[in-house]
């Protein structure tokens, strides 16, 4: 029997199926973990899907996802504290123990001022995230997505933010797709190490030619990523926790399901 035991899957891996299906499916199939996106939460009971996850011995790793703090008005900016406060809550009625935050960037806006409106934001809505006990992991995005997705790019941005902030619940959720490339990965996983803050581990690959830069991701093993090497360094630093495969793809997207639930365990198992 194989060990899917710290495997995680984000329920955008498989869209197609709603929280039910990727319920029933992901225990079937032995996964270990389930990190929920917050759109497969609309117009359900949150508190009833968290304890449908339980009930089939998923553990609930992750709430996805908040952020998108930066914005060129203040309405936005209140807008924008108010969407993360609605994530807390939904992450504390799911039973979820984090949220993971893609930060967000405005168009034209310096980065820098998109960093302090990060910064601001965070802090805005760490007393809910105390009150609940929600951690807060910052993802950092690829330097391709600073435009609009992200003003932190790299895990060397995300530990600085994190520094500035210093709290024990405001952490990182490393991404392989968006830090495979960067020379300073060993060290700055180190001191994400030494400071407890790798709060998350997200793989999956880097295929080549990539056709569209936010939906041709590859499941581990299709791309070039050094996914053992990565691994090997994450894992040196003392963290155990799910590795989860978060994998945005048109094309796996457009094939059946259960065929692609079987490929993600097949790749699983060679990456484990
Ligand atoms: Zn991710």
């Known amino acids: 029997m194989s060990d899917y035991s710290k495997l995680c899957i984000h329920t955008i891996t498989t869209k197609p199926w709603d929280i039910w299906t990727a319920i029933e499916k992901y225990q079937a199939a032995g996964v270990g973990g389930i990190t929920v996106w917050r759109q497969w939460l609309?117009?359900?009971?949150?508190?009833?899907?968290?304890?449908?996850?339980?009930?089939?011995?998923?553990?609930?790793?992750?709430?996805?996802?908040?952020?998108?703090?930066?914005a060129s008005e203040q309405s936005d900016l209140d807008a924008a504290i108010a969407d993360n406060e609605l994530a807390i809550r939904e992450a504390a009625a799911?039973?979820?123990?984090?949220?993971?935050?893609?930060?967000?960037?405005?168009?034209?806006?310096?980065?820098?001022?998109?960093?302090?409106?990060?910064?601001?934001?965070?802090?805005?809505?760490?007393?809910?995230a105390?009150?609940?006990?929600?951690?807060?992991?910052?993802?950092?995005?690829h330097p391709l997505y600073a435009d609009d997705r992200s003003a932190i790019n790299t895990m060397e941005t995300a530990n600085d933010v994190c520094d500035e902030i210093n709290h024990p619940l405001v952490g990182i959720a490393a991404d392989v797709y968006h830090i495979w490339w960067d020379p300073n990965l060993e060290r700055e996983l180190a001191r994400t190490a030494a400071a407890d803050r790798l709060f998350a581990f997200h793989i999956c690959d880097w295929r080549t030619p990539t056709t569209d830069l936010l939906n041709d991701r590859g499941l581990m093993g299709e791309g070039c990523i050094d996914l053992s090497g990565i691994r090997q360094m994450v894992e040196s630093h003392g963290?155990?926790?799910?590795?989860?495969?978060?994998?945005?793809?048109?094309?796996?997207?457009?094939?059946?399901?259960d065929e692609y639930l079987a490929?993600?365990?097949?790749?699983?198992?060679?990456y484990w």
């Open 130 to 141: 105390e009150q609940h006990g929600i951690k807060l992991a910052i993802e950092p995005l």
């Open 42 to 70: 609309d117009g359900q009971d949150i508190e009833q899907v968290g304890q449908a996850i339980r009930a089939a011995g998923i553990e609930i790793v992750s709430l996805c996802r908040g952020g998108f703090f930066p």
């Open 94 to 128: 799911l039973g979820a123990p984090m949220i993971v935050l893609v930060c967000g960037a405005v168009p034209g806006q310096s980065l820098g001022t998109s960093r302090e409106q990060i910064i601001a934001g965070i802090r805005a809505v760490l007393p809910l």
């Open 263 to 270: 490929a993600i365990q097949e790749a699983w198992r060679a």
């Open 239 to 257: 963290f155990d926790g799910f590795h989860e495969v978060e994998v945005f793809s048109d094309r796996w997207w457009s094939k059946d399901q």
